[in-house]
């Protein structure tokens, strides 16, 4: 498991092509005799068939002669399935639909829900065109969009940040932009700066100007290769699609040339023009959207974006239970609380199974409370008895009626969910004298396990019983009234120690370990004053910075990315989360070198990197550095604590982010079974420290580095839960 965390995965894994190309493996202990038999035989099961698979969305449309005209098995979910695969079913002439599941869908259902159940007020998402609510397209152009359906990743922040979007089909220019077809063809350049008044548009032929008018010149959907084959030819836009449909293979684009060059010659366009248009669509192939598709999904994404300005508490409780998108749920926690949502904490009487709504005294927001779902180790049945036996008195009474693990407990009383019952307010030095603690709680509940076992033991003596167990406490049923006096009174069943309060460090610990998020405070809250002291810059202040200045930013990594781009090398994203908002930065080739293993195996980081101004509120970070913030804060603090010199200590930590840097070499012990040619170590080569710079070719031209992503960031639905606090795509190495 350890090997398999460590190694990024990708369509084609090898292992000794990863430990000579990407510098992050090379001190990974990887290349070693003794792991290559168990290489060997993962790399020999690599591509075998496992087992006939289900396609996940798509549904055959026929009417009552369907069976005649395939073959039909039981799937491993025993849904009745077609033996012929997607390609096969199109060619016998079967109508294939994708069906998606979108998580979004259940947010958005789940805020809509939440906005009826505490304001009586329902929403219809369906009645909001059309679709013309500046407030919203002010926040989108303000990138604004975390939670946000397609429009949250780091790139589609930067783009809504230069394209500004005012209308509906901006959002679905938006969203057809950001795809290898116009990225291949080098359109989204183009249209940016004849969007944004730099540039006059510019246009292929003016016979072309009503195919591609409204993208400014260039060609962003299906529906435009359509147009301007049919114009060019003068065939029906039928045989345009077919011709569009054939693009996607090699063999497809030299039949379609042998046809297009010629008949768009013999219709008067010289050979020039001919040469360019053809060029846009081998680099388009079929590689974009088709206007529909994109406003399919441009729908969801006005309407998350218009949850989100006008129901922003509900929204996010919806973005937290269904977990949609590609950041943690602690990202989007504190994107809650930048825009003043109260976050409020895990309560036995309050929690639900989800993230729910409330009320919150003095504040012009609802608050988000925590849900019982995210509690570590818990199961469907615990949450739902929990839920159903609420009002509970004390922890006497919840031991005895939620019938809950002893180990569940514990976490509970350790993140806080009983802090309210008992009074427990923030850590302090010295607490009042007679109040009860989590420490307190943790005695008690020791006391009440400790009681149940023994109550176990002498009930299956009484009956003769040996080995067997059982189970003393009441049912979940709660059957007098507890509220009032009687409740009050009952919460004092907890005998006080005189214990200390959990400290502040220790409460954020145990938050991380059991909720997986840092609830009450940041965990960047500690660092600040080392931060502080060191100038960096912050989300919300890069607008204000000149474009080219040398920045340090910091922050709590959030999400690592390692997508498809235009030139066919390795680029990672790394998104930073510095308490005032995410901070994007792009580490190329030259980058990666020395500072790869920092980047994915590191949570806390101090990074560097040229700032880059594009468009109205464009931002991007292209780094040229990154280190463990914590070591060099213990420079700083060492430094701080020995002179008592802060200009001392920042110029130690400086000294060390200026520090020349070594590229990691590949490790050889003895027997070295990598074959191939060496990495390229040398810190000025081309590569900037990766190996042989290996890339795959697409049909279309488009060329694709081998590592990069096969998947969005994020987790799978059906993973099971870790206490892992940061989203990393299977590009990227590290777990």
Same mark, same amino acid.
Not at 595 to 601: K, R, W
């Given at each position: ?15 000794? !092509? ?163 077809? +116009? ?6 350049? +183009? ?113 998350? *974006? ?74 469907? *049945? ?8 609420? !009002? ?117 610990? *145990? ?152 590229? !990691? ?71």
């Amino acid at each position: 498991r350890r090997h398999r965390q460590v190694v990024p995965a990708h369509p084609r894994p090898r292992r000794p !092509p990863c430990l000579r190309d990407l510098p992050e493996l090379r001190a990974a202990n990887l290349n070693d005799a003794q792991l290559r038999v168990l290489f060997e035989l993962v790399e020999s099961l690599d591509g075998l068939p496992r087992h006939v698979a289900l396609h996940p969305c798509g549904v055959l449309l026929s009417d009552v002669t369907l069976l005649d005209r395939t073959p039909v098995e039981r799937s491993f979910g025993d849904y009745p399935m077609s033996q012929f695969d997607k390609d096969d079913v199109e060619d016998i002439g079967l109508l294939k639909l994708d069906v998606l599941g979108i998580r979004m869908q259940s947010s958005m259902a789940h805020a809509v829900h939440e906005i009826e159940r505490t304001t009586g007020e329902r929403v219809d998402l369906d009645a909001l065109a059309p679709f013309d609510d500046g407030g919203v397209y002010e926040m989108i152009g303000r990138a604004e969009t975390l939670g946000c359906f397609q429009i949250e990743s780091p790139g589609q922040r930067e783009l809504v940040g230069k394209f500004g979007p005012s209308d509906f089909n901006d959002i679905v220019i938006d969203i057809s932009l950001f795809r290898p077809g +116009p990225v291949k063809s080098d359109m989204v350049n +183009p249209f940016l700066r004849a969007r944004n008044g730099w540039d006059a548009p510019r246009y292929l032929h003016p016979d072309l100007i009503p195919a591609l008018a409204e993208t400014r010149g260039v060609v962003v959907f299906h529906e435009q290769i359509i147009k301007i084959v049919a114009i060019m030819t003068g065939c029906s836009y039928a045989y345009g699609d077919e011709a569009r449909r054939a693009l996607g293979s090699e063999a497809g684009q030299e039949d379609v040339r042998r046809w297009f060059v010629p008949t768009a010659l013999g219709r008067g366009y010289d050979a020039a023009t001919v040469e360019v248009v053809w060029g846009v669509l081998k680099s388009f192939a079929s590689f974009g959207f088709c206007k529909a598709h994109a406003a399919a999904f441009a729908l969801p994404t006005y309407q998350s *974006a218009w949850l989100k300005r006008h129901h922003p508490a509900a929204f996010l409780s919806g973005v937290l239970t269904y977990d949609p998108g590609m950041y943690p749920k602690r990202l989007i926690l504190e994107e809650a609380r930048r825009i003043g949502i109260p976050i409020l904490p895990l309560d036995v009487n309050h929690s639900d199974v989800a993230y729910v709504i409330e009320p919150v005294e003095g504040a012009a927001e609802f608050g988000i409370r925590l849900c019982l779902a995210d509690v570590k180790g818990i199961t469907d *049945a615990e949450s739902e008895r929990i839920v159903a036996g609420r !009002p509970f008195a004390g922890l006497t009474d919840f031991w005895s009626r939620a019938q809950v693990a002893s180990d569940l407990a514990e976490r509970l009383i350790l993140a806080g969910a009983f802090d309210d019952l008992y009074d427990i307010g923030t850590p302090r030095a010295v607490g009042p004298r007679g109040a009860v603690t989590r420490r307190d709680l943790l005695l008690c509940l020791a006391d009440l396990a400790r009681a149940d076992r023994a109550d176990a033991r002498a009930a299956g003596r009484a009956r003769g019983l040996s080995g067997g167990r059982v189970n003393g406490r009441q049912s979940v049923q709660l059957a007098l009234d507890l509220t009032g006096p009687a409740a009050s009174e009952l919460a004092c069943d907890v005998v006080v120690t005189g214990l200390p309060e959990m400290t502040a460090d220790e409460r954020m610990q *145990a938050e991380l370990d059991i909720i997986g998020l840092d609830a009450t405070r940041h965990v960047l809250s500690d660092h600040l004053p080392f931060l502080h002291s060191l100038g960096v810059a912050t989300s919300e202040g890069m607008l204000k910075r000149r474009s080219r200045s040398s920045l340090l930013v910091a922050g709590v990594k959030v999400a690592t990315q390692t997508p498809p781009v235009r030139s066919g090398r390795r680029v990672i994203f790394l998104t930073l989360d510095d308490t005032t908002g995410p901070v994007d930065l792009t580490f190329f080739e030259d980058a990666q070198g020395p500072y790869a293993s920092t980047v994915f195996n590191s949570w806390l980081l101090v990074a560097r990197g040229e700032l880059r101004r594009t468009g109205p509120r464009g931002v991007s970070l292209r780094a040229t550095g990154a280190w463990e913030l914590t070591h060099l804060e213990s420079v700083w603090r060492r430094v701080l604590d020995e002179t008592g010199d802060e200009a001392a200590a920042v110029a130690a930590v400086t000294d060390i982010v200026d520090a020349p840097v070594a590229m !990691p070499a590949p490790t050889r012990r003895g027997d070295d079974w990598g074959d191939g040619p060496a990495a390229d170590t040398g810190h000025q080569a081309a590569a900037g420290g990766m190996g042989q710079r290996r890339v795959w070719l697409h049909p279309s031209g488009f060329v694709q580095n081998p590592y990069t992503d096969v998947a969005p960031a994020g987790e799978p639905t059906k993973s099971v839960p870790q206490r892992k606090l940061w989203h990393s795509s299977p590009g990227s190495s590290g777990w």
